[in-house]
């Protein structure tokens, strides 16, 4: 069978109606002899199988191990963002916030393991929390960046020495569209509806590129453009942590506590079994409303007099607004029995934990269990920049290229928390929380109405910004020499490279609080001392004021709670909500006045590499081709913080500095021409420690009596990678494959934890270290991709794809704290699978795609020392367009058809920290190009 890659006005219309932006057809490629026998007629490929062509292309034709998807990939799929697109990827597992695609792990490597490119410069992170969370890190949030910029997407699974070093789990690389890749110039967009079921809304998003050649087309100028404004919707019912609980109140040192020094004498043991019972810690209802306006701007200004220079200017720059509207029905459940405690009498214990229990009120004020209606607003603001100015050179055997970078992160979480709480035994009694139902989900019942203000007697405004930046500067020289003839040597590389990365981190905290039980309104800020008493009044009167704020500016939400998904049962769906107009009305505390001296820092990392790398070719009778050679490393860093010396703040810096040298080695040897394709690969890689982790902060849970620090002494992860594949290419869209891989990580990065006293009160301190053991990660993937063109009539448009990876591991020295069990490589997800099915007919074409993977942890220690995992999810997705005429085309799509509820839990399918739902969005709409 005869395939020749034509893409005709039709088809050029089809790939416009499948991505967001009119994409024009590449040059077009000849067809190859070896594949096209005599007296067979010529096919046309066009739409999802010309995209998948291409993408095979590219996987075929690497020296390395790497796989791609096209733009009418990206199209076709019902993917909004890159890290929905990359999830179709053979050993990619995306996480998901709020529903959306925001973090990959490749091969079980974190997201912070894999280094992140756009057109070959570094993408940073804008990743974020408040007080308890993190503060910079090197994962990419892909959230922000559009589907509609991508010409292609690869992900290389091997490296090089001229690739940038720093991505352990793979390199992914976004390649946007560029103003040569075609002669015609276009203008084309889109409009589309985005409806979200739990927000019961639709929302608009809008596209636009335009390419054109100036100067009889030596200069090539492309701008392209998206604006969004989504209302993300998400329900959560939420135990923040699982942990056993004091008979008596807390001892020091900490080895003698049940809560971190596992003294099991000293725990609750209500079924006897010897072993500490498990009870909730903040079991919480959360519906978070989040409205979201999304920009994005790309452009490239190109020069290419001949055909042997090019220079270039290009820049992408996003922007993400998002007000949050998070409404909460919390409950603060920490507390020893010493004051009154658990009945013991309506305790149901499965698997050591608590799946009915009711705690209750003691007389001791301020330390029993509560209700708190809290509203987590604010705004959460995200910036980034990409710029390059870039030139490359060929003058006879030789090439040059050079390229100056710059890019900055910017994100600033001012958020604000409004707090009603129920407190004391007299508007509270008891509580109870249970999860003996098909999910195990926190069913919350309560002796007070939530729906009123009933039994109110605190109200708190607390301002937490948290501000993190990053910027990376750099610059990149190469030089080529390729040989003439048919040598052994095909071409000799080399070339220089700088960059200076700086992260910052800057918390700052304000708290105002209305107590109707004191009859104090305080006022409490970050880096200082105590707490300022404003004003001081009557109980009577405080609850008054607290009352009368809450009924004139508090009220029901407008949403139902789990109207979508599973969450195992029906109770309260609905409370009083606080919000922006309440928080006004009481007044939101200045914080920047002060900063949180232990959890604000900066990190300056400065790198210079340089490498030599060779191609080579030779002929076993079969072709074998190869990419040999090693990258030096020189990396300093700077970290500066505070400490805290016996409540003593003092400035902190210290300085490291490593070099490393990465050696790699790329084979490729075809074994049939154009048909089978053999690979091995062995290579050195590291990937940096986050930003966050060298800083020498400290963040302390007085609660749970828990903390972490940073690190300024790290080293990178190192690791020797290992591929041996096997790739059947059955034509230019069809093939099978099958990659055995393995990951030997050694300089780990792992969290080991201490007791550690600070201001007088003893902690278990997390800490990364560097540490002896071996990790090995190990696999195969397999894949396939098959148009059934041979099927008679209507069936011949049909074709699917299908991948599937296998992940072990070994070595890895993690525990749970409590048993002593060995714990998998956080990440790491035994199976994982994604399958597709199409059908294409040159007009009206629909695609529907499940994406499913297996249980994997991730973190080794989570709140109350029980390490977490993540229970095993998969979700349906499915896209279908129409070609009206050669202008203009229409699409529907549909992302979680299924409806599907991500869980995740502490060890145990007793002990659920998190049931999700975030519903069904449909996506519809209409695409033109002139």
């Known amino acids: 069978m005869r395939i020749l890659y034509r893409l005709t006005g039709a088809a050029v219309l089809l790939l416009t109606s499948t991505s967001a932006f009119a994409q024009q057809a590449p040059v077009q490629t000849a067809p190859d002899a070896s594949e096209n026998p005599a007296g067979h007629a010529e096919i046309m490929v066009t739409g999802i199988r010309k995209s998948l062509a291409d993408s095979l292309a590219v996987k075929r034709d690497s020296a390395q191990v790497v796989d791609a998807i096209s733009a009418e990939d990206v199209g076709k799929f019902p993917d909004k963002n890159i890290g929905e697109a990359l999830q179709r990827v053979t050993g990619v597992q995306i996480t998901r916030s709020g529903g959306e695609g925001s973090a990959i792990t490749i091969r079980g490597a974190d997201p912070s393991l894999n280094r992140v490119e756009i057109n070959g410069q570094s993408a940073l992170s804008t990743s974020i929390a408040a007080a308890a969370g993190n503060g910079s890190n090197r994962a990419v949030d892909f959230r922000d960046l559009p589907a509609e910029f991508v010409s292609r997407l690869e992900v290389l699974k091997s490296a090089t020495p001229d690739m940038t070093e720093g991505g352990l789990g793979g390199t992914v690389r976004i390649i946007t569209r560029r103003p040569f890749d075609s002669k015609d110039g276009y203008l084309a967009g889109s409009a589309q509806g985005i409806y979200n ?65 596992r003294n099991q004498a000293r725990c609750v043991d209500l079924d006897g079994s010897g072993f500490g019972d498990f009870y909730p810690d903040i079991p919480r209802y959360i519906t978070a409303t989040e409205p979201t306006k999304r920009y994005a701007l790309n452009g490239i200004l190109e020069w290419r007099p001949n055909d042997n220079f090019r220079a270039y200017v290009e820049g992408t720059y996003t922007r993400s607004d998002t007000t949050s509207d998070d409404q909460y029905l919390q409950l603060s459940t920490t507390q020893s029995v010493a004051n009154g405690g658990i009945d013991p009498t309506g305790v149901v214990i499965q698997d050591e934990t608590a799946q009915t229990v009711t705690f209750v009120n ?29 030139a490359e050179w060929t003058t006879g055997k030789f090439r040059f290229s050079a390229r100056g970078t710059y890019a900055a992160s910017r994100v600033l979480n001012d958020e604000v928390d409004v707090t009603a709480s129920v407190s004391g035994k007299d508007a ?13 989900g926190p069913q919350i019942i309560l002796p007070i109405d939530t729906t009123t203000t009933e039994g109110i007697n605190t109200l708190s405004v607390e301002a937490r910004p948290r501000l993190n930046r990053q910027h990376e500067a750099g610059g990149k020289f190469d030089a080529e020499y390729r040989p003439d003839g048919n040598g052994f040597l095909t071409s000799l590389k080399s070339g220089i490279e700088l960059n200076q990365l700086v992260s910052s ?14 009859g104090q309104t305080t006022l409490t800020r970050s880096g200082v001392t105590g707490t300022q008493v404003l004003a001081t009044t009557t109980p009577a009167a405080q609850l008054a004021t607290i009352q009368d704020l809450l009924n004139t500016y508090g009220g029901m939400g407008d949403g139902s709670f789990f109207k979508s998904g599973d969450l195992g049962f029906s109770g309260i769906d609905r409370w009083w909500n606080l919000g922006s107009s309440l928080a006004n009305a009481v007044g939101i505390p200045d914080p920047y006045t002060s900063i949180s001296p232990l959890d604000t820092y900066r990190v300056k990392e400065s790198t210079v590499a340089g490498y030599v790398q060779s191609a080579f070719k030779a002929d076993l009778g079969f072709d074998l081709t190869g990419v040999v050679g090693a990258r030096l490393v020189h990396t300093s860093t700077v970290s500066t913080g505070s400490q805290s010396t016996d409540g003593v703040i003092t400035p902190a810096r210290y300085t490291g500095a490593y070099t490393v040298l990465l050696p790699s080695l790329n084979l490729r040897a075809e ?10 690969t062995a290579s050195d890689v590291l990937a940096r420690p986050a930003p966050s982790q060298m800083a020498p902060n400290v963040k302390l849970d007085s609660v749970g009596l828990t903390g972490s620090r940073g690190n300024p002494g790290l080293k990178p992860y190192r690791a020797w990678q290992y591929d041996l594949g096997l790739e059947y290419y059955i034509s230019r869209t069809n093939y099978v494959s099958i990659t055995g891989f393995r990951k030997d990580i050694k300089s780990f990065i792992d969290t080991a934890s201490h007791e550690e006293e600070i201001d007088g009160q003893v902690y278990t301190i997390k800490m990364p270290i560097n540490g002896t053991q071996h990790v090995t990660i190990q696999g195969f993937e397999a894949g396939a991709q098959l148009g059934l063109d041979f099927l008679p009539g209507l069936l011949g448009n049909l074709g699917v794809t299908a991948n599937y990876t296998f992940n072990t591991d070994s070595g890895y020295e993690g525990k749970d704290y409590f048993t002593g069990a060995s714990l998998p490589f956080p990440g790491v997800s035994r199976n994982s699978y994604n399958a597709s099915v199409f059908y294409d007919d040159g007009h009206f074409a629909i695609r529907g795609s499940y994406n499913w993977r297996s249980r994997y942890l991730i973190n080794a220690v989570d709140r109350g020392n029980n390490p977490s995992f993540g229970e095993a999810f998969g979700q349906f997705d499915a896209s279908a367009s129409y070609i009206i005429n050669p202008h203009v085309s229409v699409f529907l799509e549909g992302v979680n058809l299924t409806d599907s509820t991500r869980i995740e839990n502490a060890n145990s399918v007793y002990r659920r920290n998190v049931i999700e739902t975030y519903g069904r969005r449909i996506y519809f709409g209409v695409r033109a190009k002139l």
Do not use: M
């Open 197 to 261: 079921e739990l927000a019961d809304k639709v929302d608009p998003k809008f596209a636009l590129i335009g390419s054109k050649l100036f100067a009889h087309d030596t200069i090539g100028v492309l701008l392209s453009g998206t604006y969004e404004n989504r209302t993300i919707r998400y329900d959560q019912a939420r135990t923040t942590g699982w942990r056993q609980v004091e008979t008596t109140q807390p001892a020091t040192p900490a080895a003698q506590n049940c809560l971190s020094g």
């Open 505 to 518: 981190s800057r918390f700052q905290n304000a708290v105002y609080t209305l107590n109707g039980i004191t």
């Open 362 to 390: 003691g007389s001791k004020a301020g330390s029993g269990p509560s209700v708190n209606y809290r509203s987590v607003i604010g705004t959460l603001n995200r910036r980034t920049f990409n710029g390059i100015l870039g």
């Open 428 to 440: 509270l009694p008891w509580i109870t929380i249970d999860y003996d139902n098909p999910q195990h």
């Open 671 to 680: 074994v049939i021409p154009r048909k089978l394709v053999v690979r091995a």
